[in-house]
């Protein structure tokens, strides 16, 4: 049974405020955890730093959205590199850890954080958004169309990660259907990067935008593939307006020619997968 956009975000906001606060408040520090949840520690550190490495080194005046910040980690390395950063969260639990842990940033960087959704429109516009295991809960049609309603509003690069379709995460992703349903994790998809790369090349609103790089982590029970889409610089004279992208190129029309706007992927998405999944 398919599960729309809302409701899988519902889902999310549920999981990570009453199921697993105390286990993502550990998580998120440096408090002891299991041997299993150690493994996600240092894979979800290992993310982290790739997703920074792609970032300039100074981003000093840049605007920047964390997408699904969680409590703050990534936005806070961000923002002591001189960002002004926008970070976004479902759920007020994390917003509010990543509050209350929030450091004094020296600098001219800073940290807003924010409940809400990372596709709201009136977050204005960004030089670069990070999207650190965020869309890894929806199918490829869902995480094209969150990149091309995020691109609306994105002038340099867009860093996210999905959960790579591999045997391993298969068998972890069938195991996780074994879990009483009150224990388990938000169903995590695994995607092919062909196929997600086939996708991104056919979305005209992602017309200026190239896939950059990727970097796959696998650390015990976390395995994720990093991927940069980075926009194009504007034809230059002569080679007109369209050019490659056709009428879709910057138009605000999604690849079905439909407008893109929050709706898009609010009102009829296609449907995430369901099941269980391995703790996120």
């Known amino acids: 049974m398919s599960t729309p956009y809302l409701t899988r975000r519902s889902q999310l906001e549920t999981y990570f405020d009453r199921t697993a606060v105390e286990a993502w408040s550990r998580l998120t520090s440096d408090a002891p955890v299991s041997k299993i949840r150690a493994t996600v520690r ?9 997703l920074l490495g792609w970032l300039p080194a100074d981003l000093t005046g840049r605007r920047l959205l964390d997408a699904g910040c969680g409590t703050g980690a990534l936005a806070v390395e961000a923002a002591r590199r001189g960002a002004e950063v926008t970070a976004i969260d479902v759920s007020p639990t994390l ?6 842990r929030l450091p004094a940033i020296p600098g001219p960087g800073s940290v807003t954080f924010r409940v809400g959704d990372m596709l709201d429109p009136w977050l204005g516009r960004f030089d670069h958004v990070v ?58 998809v695994p995607i092919t990067e062909s196929g997600l790369r086939r996708r991104i090349a056919g979305e005209r609103a992602l017309a200026r ?34 050019g490659a992208g056709g009428r879709g190129a910057g138009s605000g029309l999604s690849g079905n020619g439909a407008p893109l706007s929050r709706p898009l992927l609010t009102q009829e998405p ?3 997968a369901e099941g269980g999944g391995q703790f996120q």
Do not use: W
């Open 209 to 242: 935008f190239t896939v950059a790089r990727t970097q796959r982590v696998n650390s015990g029970f976390y395995l994720s593939n990093a991927i940069e889409i980075r926009k194009n610089p504007p034809p230059s004279a002569g080679e007109g307006a369209c």
């Open 270 to 272: 296609s449907s995430p």
């Open 95 to 100: 917003i509010g850890l990543g509050r209350e």
């Open 42 to 50: 240092a894979g979800r550190d290992t993310m982290r730093a790739n």
């Open 131 to 188: 999207a650190m295991d965020s869309l890894i809960h929806y199918q490829a049609p869902d995480i094209v169309r969150a990149l091309a309603e995020l691109s609306l509003r994105t002038d340099g690069s867009l860093l996210f990660t999905v959960a790579p379709r591999t045997a391993l995460l298969t068998l972890m992703h069938a195991a996780g259907t074994l879990f009483p349903k009150a224990d388990r994790a938000p169903a995590i």
